[in-house]
């Protein structure tokens, strides 16, 4: 006897169909800016809500709406494991000892702002080339070297971005 694999039709009581789910939209990477966290736990639970409030300020800067928009937190391994990715402007956040991307950076990018054995600002000022790094000690002072990022060079950083 072969078994029954057909589907009863749904009766009276059975409820609302449920809602088709939309596709995820591709990301276009041509518009992307990233914010990179590292892929430690200690980055997610420390670096990832500072780059989630700067993701959402660069956004509100650039005219998007909550979440939607250009700027996107992301980790450092899928950043340098992508040559389209690398190509945008980008900004890094947290302590080059959890982000592969804030370490790579250190000898190469020179430093904007800096408070000593506390936090670093590192990046062009005249956003020649758009790429940032912020961290400090620990999340807080991380957090100040963001909003340090925002008030003084996110402007230009922005402007860089657009060219």
Request: proline fraction near 9%.
């Amino acid at each position: 006897m072969d078994a029954d694999t057909s589907r009863p039709e749904p009766g009276p009581d059975a409820g609302p169909e449920p809602a088709p789910i939309p596709g995820d939209a591709p990301v276009d990477i041509q518009r992307v800016i990233p914010i990179v966290v590292g892929a430690t736990l200690e980055s997610e639970t420390h670096d990832r809500p500072i780059a989630r409030r700067l993701a959402l300020t660069i956004n509100r800067a650039l005219g998007f709406e909550g979440e939607d928009g250009a700027a996107l937190v992301c980790t450092d391994l899928w950043y340098l494991n992508d040559a389209a990715l690398r190509a945008r402007p980008t900004v890094s956040v947290g302590r080059p000892d959890r982000n592969a991307l804030s370490a790579y950076l250190g000898d190469k990018t020179p430093s904007a702002f800096v408070v000593d054995d506390v936090l670093m600002v590192q990046a062009d000022p005249e956003m020649s080339e758009a790429v940032v790094c912020c961290w400090g000690v620990d999340a807080r002072a991380t957090g100040w070297a963001v909003d340090v990022f925002v008030e003084r060079y996110l402007d230009a950083f922005i402007g860089a971005a657009g060219r």
